[in-house]
C-alpha cells in the first residue's frame, strides 16, 4: 500500500463524515498528497523509517507554516503561522502526512469542545454526546477511523479525557517531556503535547518522533529518549499498582467504576498486585489548577491585542478601543470568564491569598504523587467520573470544571499518564488512566499495551 493510496483513503472519509462529526477546523488535503508522495520516494529509496507516510491530524493549536492555526478561535480565525511548531518539524522529519487541523475548545479551555469558534464536535460513538475536550477533534476523528492518529495537548486532561470518552488510547508525557515550542500557549507550567491513537504501540512509535530536548523551549529536558517500542512487551508479573481511595468515591459512577475494577482485575490475572494508596489532597487540585491556570492564560492571552496578529476591530477610534473591541470580539465567554478570573488572582492584594497560595497547594498535590510512588509502580482509576455527556448538559462552567477531578492533579505533579479504551457504559466509551512518575512513559505505555 503506497502512502498516497492511505492518504487518499482517509482523504475521502474525511469527505464524507466530516460535515457530521465537524472534527476538522481546516484539511490540507493538497498538501497532503505532495507529502504522501515524497514518504513513497523515500521508501523506494529505502530511505523510510516506520512513521514515513502515515497519516495524521494536529490539533489546531500546533502552530503550522503557511497553514491557518486558528486554536478554536475567533481571535486567530484569520492567523497562519509563519513557522512549524517543534512537534510538527519533529513528525514531518520522520514523514508523516498532516490531513490537517482538528477542532478544540476554544484556546483549549475547556472539557467538552463546546467552546470552539467553529462548533460543537460530535462523538462518533453517539451523536449527542459530546467527544470530550479539549482536543476533542483529535479524539472524534481517531475513533471515526477519518485518520490513523492525531496529535494533542493537555493542560488539565484534554488528552486523556477525549482519548476516554472516544474509547482511544491517548498519553500525556511528563512536563518537559515534549518541546513546548510553537504550540499556542495556554499554561505554560500546565501544558503538555501528546499522541492520540487506536493503540499504545502508536502512541509509542509518535512519542519517540517528538520527545526530546528544544533549546527553543527552556522547560523542555535534556534526557535521552529511550526507545519506547522496545519495553512494549515487558512481562508485567510483579507490576505494583495502586488504586487512589480518592478516585474511587463520590461522584464516581457505579457503572464506570464496575469496569475500571474490571479492567484492574485484568492486570492481577496478568500477574500484577493491588492495593489501595492514598493521594490526600485530591480535592484541593480544581481549586488549585482554576487559580494556576486562569493566572497563566491571562498572560499568556495578552499578546493578543488586535496590533500584530488575529483578529482586529473595524475603524478603531483610538488605541484602547483597538485592544477592546478587539479582544470583545475575538474571545468567547469561556476565555473571557478566565482572563477575568486570572487578572483579578494576580491583581495587587490577591496574589498572595491565590496565586502564591495555590502553588503552596500545587506542591503538596505533587508531594501526594511522589510518596504514592515509592509504595506502588503505577496507579490507576478512571479518566472521568462518568461517560461521555451529552451536548448542552453541563451548561454551569463549575459543573464542567469538576468533570476533570482525576485528570487536572498530574498536570499540576507534571507526571505522565495515559488513558486506554476499557469497555463501554451505556453504549458510551470508558477510560483506564494509568499514571506513573516522572519519565515513566515506556512503563505506562508496557502496561497500556499489555491490556489490548
Ligand atoms: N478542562 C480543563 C480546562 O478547561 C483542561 C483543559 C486542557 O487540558 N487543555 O482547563
Not at 93 to 107: H, I, R
Not at 243 to 248: G, N
Not at 383 to 402: E, I, N, Q, R, W
Request: aromatic share 8%; with cysteine; charged share 20%.
Amino acid at each position: 500500500l503506497s502512502s498516497r493510496e492511505l492518504t487518499t483513503h482517509y482523504l475521502k472519509r474525511i469527505q464524507h463524515f466530516d460535515a457530521q462529526l465537524n472534527s476538522f477546523i481546516s484539511v490540507t488535503a493538497e498538501q497532503a498528497l505532495v507529502a504522501a508522495d515524497a514518504a513513497d520516494r523515500a521508501r523506494a529509496k529505502g530511505e523510510a523509517g516506520p512513521l514515513a507516510g502515515i497519516p495524521l491530524a494536529l490539533k489546531d493549536i500546533f502552530c503550522t507554516q503557511g497553514v491557518k492555526t486558528s486554536c478554536g478561535s475567533r481571535m486567530l480565525d484569520n492567523f497562519v503561522a509563519p513557522y512549524d511548531a517543534t512537534v510538527v518539524e519533529r513528525l514531518n522529519a520522520a514523514g508523516t502526512v498532516s490531513l490537517g487541523k482538528t477542532n478544540m475548545d476554544e484556546f483549549a479551555m475547556g472539557s467538552s469542545n463546546e467552546s470552539s469558534y467553529y462548533g460543537a464536535v460530535k462523538n462518533p460513538w453517539n451523536f449527542s454526546a459530546v467527544p470530550g475536550g479539549s482536543s476533542g477533534g483529535s479524539a472524534a476523528a481517531v475513533a471515526a477511523g477519518l485518520v490513523p492518529a492525531a496529535m494533542g495537548t493537555d493542560t488539565g486532561g484534554s488528552i486523556r479525557q477525549p482519548a476516554a470518552f472516544c474509547g482511544i488510547t491517548g498519553l500525556k508525557p511528563t512536563y518537559g517531556r515534549v518541546s513546548r515550542y510553537g504550540i499556542i500557549a495556554y499554561a505554560s507550567s500546565l501544558d503538555q503535547a501528546g499522541p492520540m491513537a487506536r493503540s499504545a504501540e502508536d502512541c509509542a512509535h509518535l512519542l519517540g518522533a517528538i520527545a526530546g530536548h528544544d533549546l527553543r523551549d527552556s522547560t523542555s529536558v535534556a534526557r535521552g529518549v529511550p526507545d519506547y517500542l522496545e519495553a512494549l512487551d515487558a512481562p508485567l508479573s510483579g507490576l505494583k499498582i495502586g488504586l487512589p481511595r480518592e478516585y474511587f468515591g463520590d461522584g464516581l459512577d457505579a457503572d464506570v467504576e464496575a469496569a475500571i475494577r474490571s479492567a484492574v482485575s485484568v492486570y492481577e490475572s496478568l500477574g500484577a498486585t493491588v492495593r489501595e494508596v492514598s493521594l490526600p489532597h485530591t480535592h484541593y487540585a480544581i481549586p488549585a489548577y482554576y487559580v494556576i491556570a486562569p493566572a497563566e492564560a491571562s498572560s499568556n492571552l495578552s499578546r493578543f491585542d488586535g496590533v500584530r496578529f488575529g483578529h482586529r476591530c473595524k475603524n478603531p477610534q483610538d488605541l484602547m478601543d483597538l485592544y477592546k473591541r478587539s479582544r470583545d470580539e475575538g474571545f468567547g465567554d469561556e476565555v473571557k470568564r478566565r482572563i477575568l478570573i486570572g487578572t483579578h488572582t494576580l491583581s495587587e492584594g490577591f496574589f498572595d491569598a491565590y496565586y502564591l497560595k495555590a502553588q503552596k497547594v500545587r506542591r503538596l498535590i505533587r508531594q501526594d504523587f511522589l510518596d504514592a510512588f515509592e509504595e506502588v509502580d503505577v496507579l490507576m482509576g478512571p479518566a472521568s467520573p462518568t461517560p461521555a455527556f451529552d451536548l448542552g448538559a453541563k451548561k454551569d462552567p463549575v459543573s464542567m470544571y469538576l468533570q476533570d477531578i482525576y485528570t487536572i492533579a498530574v498536570n499540576l505533579a507534571g507526571i505522565p499518564g495515559i488513558s486506554v479504551p476499557a469497555g463501554f457504559v451505556g453504549g458510551r466509551p470508558v477510560g483506564l488512566q494509568i499514571l506513573g512518575t516522572h519519565f515513566a512513559e515506556a512503563q505506562l505505555l508496557n502496561v497500556a499495551h499489555q491490556f489490548q
